[in-house]
Structures are given as C-alpha cells and as structure tokens.
C-alpha cells in the first residue's frame, strides 16, 4: 500500500544532473559567459534535432514569437489570430507589436482552437494565426493550412518577406512542444515558423530561454533571415560580442533601434547537455502519461490523448477534466491535494477571465468553450523526477479526495 499521507511532490522541477552543472563551470571558466560559442553550438544541434536549416537561440519563447511578427513586419492596422485558451505569451505580443489580438474559442471538448471559428476569424486585416500546441501536442496542422489556403484571396501582404507567403503566415507556440511528432514530421518542420520554450519548467530547459526555427521549403533566404533575428536581439549591432573579439574588429554599425534578448552560453551550457539526455527524458515522460491513463482512464476522468496513430507529444503536461466537476469543486480538488503533499495546477484560465484581456474588450462569455475546459480541468505533476511510486500516490490521492467531493469516483 502506498502511503499516500508523508511524500511531498513537486508540480514540476527542473532535471538537473551533474554533467550540466559541470558544463555550467566550464562555460563560466571559459571566460566567455555571454552569447557566444556555446550558444552557437546549441543552435547547430537544435536545428539538426529538428529538421531545418537554422535555429535562433534567444533568451524566451515570448521573445522568439515577438521578433518573428516584428521581422515580418507585422504591426498596428494588422491582426493575429491565437486561442483564447492559453498562456498570456500567446497574445501579449500581438498587443506589443501593436496589432489587434483575434481570439477563437476552443472546440467543444477540445484544448484546441475551433477551426470552424478560426476560418470565419480571418478577414483582409489578418497577418498571422498563431496555434499553439498545449500540452506538447501538435495541432491539427493539415486544417490550418487548408483553412489559411481557403482564404488566401483575403491576403493583403504589407512587404516583400509577406509576399513570399503570399498567405496568412502560421507561426506556431510550441512552447510546450519540443520533441513532438505529426505525421512524419518534427514540431519545428509544419508551421511555417515554431517558437520554443526552454523555461525551467519544461522538458527541455536552460533555465530561461527558448528558441525560433523555420521551414526549408517557404523560399526563405536563410542566412539573411538568420542575421535579422541576430540584429533584432542584440541593439540592431551589425556585430555581436563574439565577432567584436577578432583582431582589429572592435567597430560595428547600429543598423536599427532594437532590443535586447539573446541567450547567453551559461544558459546554453544547460541545454547542450540537456539535448544529450533529451531522447530518455521523453521516453520516461511517456511512462508516466501512460500510469496516469491506466490508472485513470477507466474510472471516467479525461484526459489530453498524447500519443495515438500518426502523432507523439512531448508530454510536457498532462491535463485532465474531472466531468461534472464545478470551477469551485476543482479548485478544492487541488487545495486538499496541496494538503495531501501533491502540487497540482490548472492550464489554462482562458484569457479573456483576466483584466488585461477584459481591458482589451474581451469578455469570456463570447468563449463558452474554453471556459468549459477550464471550469474542471486540473493538471497533475509530470516530470522526470517523479519515481513510480510517487505516481501511484498522486493517483490514489485524487481518486480519494475525488470520493470525499463528489460521493464517489465512480460517479464523476
């Protein structure tokens, strides 16, 4: 029997082994604690890891997704469409580059967008959808770009680099989805640009950071396209701190009033050699998800499927909807299971329940089903960490303070 009373489980700590710390000191030892060769390095390797030519490493995902809609010239008089079941990064760069943010309810039962509703959202204003792919499960990619197909009459492109697409430009938050496979291909390879996180909380991490990729086959120049995320990160200086270094080349140009978000070799010291270990870190993910279904699945919780015919997650989180379960019975399933030594949470309260969004003119009444998805979803801890038995103690809990709220598992 599992004592499910004394053990104390995180919701999700980062998996640090010694090699990284080691890799840590060697980067600070090295003299060169900035952007610099390991960063370098780290792009080369998630590039080859992914499937495209470049990868930009930088200091967030949220930065990746900004510079990316400001690289192609997307701004006021513009409109990005994301879902309105996600993380404020999603839509907060629209709203920093000073386009209009469109949201889209989810489907019904879905933590994905309504593709149905997502059609009907784009109009001659529309620059860009951003999906995002929660829980580290690539969406339903083959339907955006039919959809984005569908309405490319509507397409009004402001420059050259919009142009090339000649189309609404879907550029994906696949915060959650490093290491997620669709159909053949890798999360970086279908959106026409996918932006990472590397935050501590993720599969993959460098304690803060996140990465951008684009596909081969849009016409892309790469290296200048490379050279733009370069310049937009580091001041718009025509050189960054590595090149300043050669002999007799301390002077560079500020080519445009930029900003401020690359990533630095200490952080990419973590993920060199977290890449290493990515391949064993996604697989003991998947036997957690799969604990979690068998034990769960037959009792009438719901859960985000990770893994089916044709498609692997990165089972970043593992997310459940307890039916006929109020907002106000959830949020005390996940008190007691605080008090029980189990950290759980929710992903995601939809945008527009928060003030920001209300400010913006939102109101989640016009987003019934993302609210359905929230009102009972909660979020149990998955991370490498975690040893069998604190799964099962994670289980027998729930179903035991399920049994103390509801009358009974078995009639939720």
Known sequence: MIDTELRNIPFSPPDIKEAEIEEVIKAMKSGWITTGPRTKELEKRIAKYVGTNKAVCLNSATAAMELTLR???????????????????????????????????????????????????????????????????????????????????????????????????????AAHAFGAERQGLNCGQVADFTCFSFHAVKNFTTAEGGAVV??????????????????????????????????????????????????????ASIGLI??????????????????????????????????????????????????????????????????????CNVHYKPLPMFTAYKNLGFDIKDYPNAYSQYANEVTLPLHTLLSDEDIECVVENLKRIIDEISGGVQNV
């Open 214 to 267: 684009w596909r081969n086959d849009d016409g892309l120049d790469d290296e200048w396209l490379y050279k733009q995320f370069m310049l937009y990160s580091l001041h718009g200086q025509s050189k960054d701190a590595l090149a300043k270094t050669q002999k007799g080349s301390w002077e560079y140009d500020i080519v445009y009033p930029a900003y401020k978000c690359n990533m630095t070799d200490i952080m």
């Open 71 to 173: 690289i192609l010239g997307i701004g006021p008089g513009d409109e990005v469409i994301t879902s309105a079941y996600t993380y404020t990064a999603s839509a907060s760069v629209i709203e920093h580059v000073g386009a209009k943010i469109v949201l889209v309810d989810t489907a019904p039962d879905s933590f994905e967008m309504d593709y149905s509703k997502l059609s009907d959202a784009i109009s001659e204003k529309t620059k860009a959808i951003i999906p995002v792919d929660i829980a580290g499960k690539m969406c339903d990619y083959d339907t955006i770009f039919e959809i984005v197909e569908s309405k490319k009459e509507l397409f009004k492109p402001n420059n050259e680099l919009q142009g090339l697409f000649n189309r609404v430009i879907v550029m994906t938050d």
């Open 274 to 343: 977290q890449l290493d270990r990515y391949k064993g870190l996604l697989e003991r993910r998947k036997e957690i998800i799969e604990m979690y279904d068998k034990a769960l699945l037959p009792i009438g919780i719901h859960s985000l499927q990770h893994y089916g015919e044709g498609f692997s997650s990165s089972g970043h989180l593992y997310l459940l909807r307890i039916p006929d379960t109020s907002e106000e019975k959830r949020n005390e399933i996940i008190i007691k299971m605080a008090d029980s030594g189990v950290a």
